[in-house]
């Protein structure tokens, strides 16, 4: 195992929420951060500079995470800066809301290729180092509508099925290489995923939490943490789910 300040973490969609939220909480141990992005430059840059000041190194990359070859040289540029991950979150997604009857099959194809298939390609390209090492922690950022489903977002709860499926399949086949796997589910959060509720639906919604209110992006970045140290290493194929006791 190495020391925090010889750790490094690759966050994919680290430019915002949770995903913002789970960067600097890695950074704030001395830990070295990988803040991967694909158009937000400038909120890229700003979450670098506030990880920055806690003293460990920070990178920033961008990839479209549907292709391959993107990805192949995001990760010789992490290589080329010794920032190959020992610990890969998988954050980056996006949501659709609306009746299926409506999806089109491109925005099915779409939401499949970020949510699906781009944590499918991180992880199997930043697998070799953790397997080489013998060390290692996946941990994938999914939603408690991958558990329960949900109304009008069947596409999004799809996508986020899938990837717990994985999180569970995937590790059983690296638990012997010292390499855990594990999904963290979290409940309705505030950041910008809740845009498409008005006032009264966001009241309406913290109302069938029994906590009352929607999680902090911190709040879900402090479990991703713990997936993250060498204290967790009993711990794989989990989908843990920080929900204000919403689903139980």
């Known amino acids: 195992m190495k020391s925090f300040g010889e750790t490094n973490v690759l966050i994919t969609g680290g430019s915002r929420g949770i995903g913002a939220a789970i960067a600097e909480r890695f950074a704030s141990v001395g830990m070295n951060v990988v803040i991967h992005y694909l158009n937000a430059h400038e909120s890229a840059n700003e979450v670098a500079r506030n990880c920055m000041k806690y003293g460990g190194r920070v990178l920033t990359v961008t990839a479209d995470l549907r292709s391959k070859e993107q990805l192949q040289r995001m990760l010789e540029k992490l290589e080329s800066h010794n920032m190959m ?8 997604g996006i949501a659709h809301y609306g ?46 509508w991958g ?10 709860s799809t996508t986020k099925g899938g990837m717990n499926a994985f999180t569970k399949a995937l590790a059983k086949e690296l638990a012997p290489s010292g390499v855990t796997v594990n ?6 959060v505030d950041t910008m995923m809740l845009n498409n509720l008005d006032q009264q639906e966001k009241q309406m919604l913290e109302e069938e939490i029994p906590l009352g209110r929607f999680a902090q992006p911190e709040e879900i970045a402090s479990l991703v943490y713990f997936l993250g140290l060498p204290e967790s290493s009993y711990i794989t194929g989990q989908i843990i789910s920080p929900n204000g006791g919403w689903l139980t």
């Not at 991950?85 to 980056?92: Q, S």
């Not at 781009?118 to 408690?144: D, E, W």
């Not at 558990?147 to 999004?156: H, I, K, L, R």
């Not at 999904?183 to 309705?188: F, K």
Request: hydrophobic share 45%; aromatic share 6%.
């Open 85 to 92: 991950p020992d610990i890969l979150v998988n954050n980056a």
């Open 99 to 144: 009746m299926l009857s409506d999806v089109t099959e491109d925005q099915w194809d779409d939401m499949m290729s970020i949510n699906l298939k781009g944590m499918f390609l991180c992880t199997q390209l930043c697998m070799p180092h953790m397997i080489a090492q013998k060390y290692g922690r996946i941990i994938n950022v999914s939603s408690i």
């Open 147 to 156: 558990m329960s489903g949900a109304s009008c977002e069947v596409v999004y």
């Open 183 to 188: 999904a963290v589910a979290p409940g309705a």
